[in-house]
């Protein structure tokens, strides 16, 4: 397990904490549609991080080819479809270039300043010329509204626990996902980025923002600076 991480519940846990089998229950949500509403049709996704294949199989579904890169094997042996790659994201070099290039489920908050760095690299690095980035941010109150929890349509509660401080900027997030049959929990640490501090570490990596997918700022579409 990877320092300052932790997963309990069910199943595999991988190094940063995540449950395979809970990533696997997880809904969908409108993430796919945010997502065809900001490329090309037919676009070839580098998706960074794919887990399971939660964002995977629905991009497939609506005609893209994606590339799904994980760390963990028991994650991408749940992917289908799909060409899979393991390794970690903050050093992937695969020597090729993709349309889009996606960094979602907060991956830009890494607690680790040397490890976001590396993924924003990566996606320049791998994004074709007139391509573009997806990424998702947290939200404004992330590390603030707490604790909160949201039932989920499909019958389950999500609970952000806690979010304390443990130096450099850096939170130990707590979260727990309760379902009928089983309970999960993981602690991950995060980086909060606000606006400012955001698009300054685009601009670090040779890109900008084009613009904001959604009201709340959330998921951006970025582009290579020329």
Avoid: K
């Avoid at 960094?103 to 590396?118: I, K, P, Q």
Wanted: charged content about 25%.
């Amino acid at each position: 397990m990877r320092e300052g991480y932790e997963g309990t519940g069910p199943g595999a846990i991988t190094p940063d904490g995540c449950a395979v089998e809970l990533y696997a229950r997880l809904s969908v949500g409108d993430e796919p549609d945010i997502i065809a509403s900001a490329v090309s049709a037919g676009a070839h996704i580098l998706e960074l991080g794919s887990g399971v294949g939660r964002m995977t199989h629905p991009l497939l579904e609506r005609g893209f080819t994606v590339t799904a890169v994980d760390e963990s094997a028991e994650m991408l042996e749940r992917v289908r479809g799909a060409r899979t790659i393991r390794g970690a994201i903050e050093t992937l070099d695969l020597g090729e270039t993709f349309d889009v290039v996606l960094l979602a489920s907060f991956l830009v908050h890494a607690g680790d300043v040397e490890v976001r760095r590396g993924m924003l690299d990566v996606c320049r690095s791998h994004v074709a010329d007139g391509g573009c980035v997806l990424i998702q941010r947290e939200g404004e109150n992330y590390h603030t509204d707490l604790p909160r929890e949201r039932r989920d349509p499909s019958g389950f509660t999500i609970r952000m626990l806690s979010a304390e401080p443990v130096g450099d900027g850096v939170d130990s997030v707590r979260a727990e996902y309760v379902f009928p049959d089983a309970v999960w929990t993981q602690t991950f640490l995060a980086r909060p980025l606000s606006r400012e501090e955001f698009e300054g570490a685009l601009g670090e990596a040779g890109l900008r923002v084009d613009r904001y997918l959604t009201e709340d700022r959330v998921w951006v579409r970025a582009v290579p600076v020329e």
